[in-house]
């Protein structure tokens, strides 16, 4: 599917149901509440690399920082500890940077292959569970990138104070769905119709993702506490059948087409 048809599609979007979105993504939250987890759980797995890998230069300066205060002596001294400090504060930025772009990557395309799934599962299609679908080497390149405009996104509208934030988590949820079904547009097609989608069902969106969320952390709590792993995925849902209503996907346009011939 390319752009034009799919911002066509989103500009004539009908109204949605809030009941009837909300009442389709529990009974796809019963079919996939395991691969939710799994997906969860990887995020996981994934992350402590990541981690271990920004914290281990972060701890050898550290470790050289110590030492050099531990060695001085005298004020000449002071043009060192300060080198070492800016040296230090460097590292940090960049390895930070690198943690966010990194985790914000992983997240993204464990993610979108969830939403594939999902789709798997909804319409009850044969195929394969491929939790790492978007991290092979057709699309690796593409979640990278893309991992960095979400990234970017996301911290722009923080800096910009709370409100551009509560605007913005919409739009940002829409890239991941539309990426997930149309993996070969460009990153800057894919951004610019997650946030033709976001803004043009914003309202009912931000309200269907505060519910399933709130609710999915209750259900969650009540659980012991880990019942949150359990659940957290059932919030992913009402984007998947707001893309679904709106957008749709090829096959099934094609075929309502060929009906209607």
């Not at 739009?171 to 803004?199: Q, R, T």
Request: hydrophobic residues 55%.
């Amino acid at each position: 599917m390319n752009t034009t048809e799919i911002k066509r599609r989103i500009e004539g979007a009908k109204d949605l149901d809030f009941g009837t979105i909300f009442n389709q993504s529990i009974e796809l939250f019963k079919k996939v509440w395991v691969q939710g987890l799994v997906t969860l759980l990887l995020n996981i797995v994934l992350a402590i690399p990541v981690i271990m890998i920004v914290y281990i230069p972060l701890l050898f300066f550290g470790f050289i920082n110590a030492l050099t205060i531990n060695n001085s002596y005298d004020a000449y001294d002071s043009y060192g500890q300060s080198g070492m400090g800016f040296a230090f504060g460097l590292v940090f930025l960049v390895v930070y940077i690198f943690l966010i772009v990194a985790m914000s990557a992983i997240g993204l395309g464990l993610k979108a292959a969830f939403y594939r799934i999902c789709k798997l599962k909804d319409l009850e299609q044969m195929g394969n569970e491929d939790y790492f679908y978007f991290f092979k080497k057709p699309y690796l390149g593409k979640t990278i990138k893309l991992g960095v405009a979400f990234a970017g996104i996301a911290i722009l509208a923080t800096l910009l104070c709370f409100v551009p934030i509560i605007y913005a988590v919409i739009p940002l949820s829409f890239i991941v769905v539309v990426y997930a079904f149309n993996p070969d547009l460009s990153v800057s097609e894919i951004v610019k119709l997650g946030f033709d989608l976001g803004n043009k069902k914003w309202l009912i969106s931000f309200g269907l993702m505060f519910v399933s969320g709130f609710l999915a952390m209750i259900v969650g709590l009540v659980m012991c506490g880990f019942g949150i792993y359990v659940t957290s995925s059932f919030s992913y849902l009402p984007a998947y059948f707001i893309y679904k209503d709106v957008v749709g996907f090829d096959g099934e346009f094609d075929e309502m087409r060929h009906i209607e011939q």
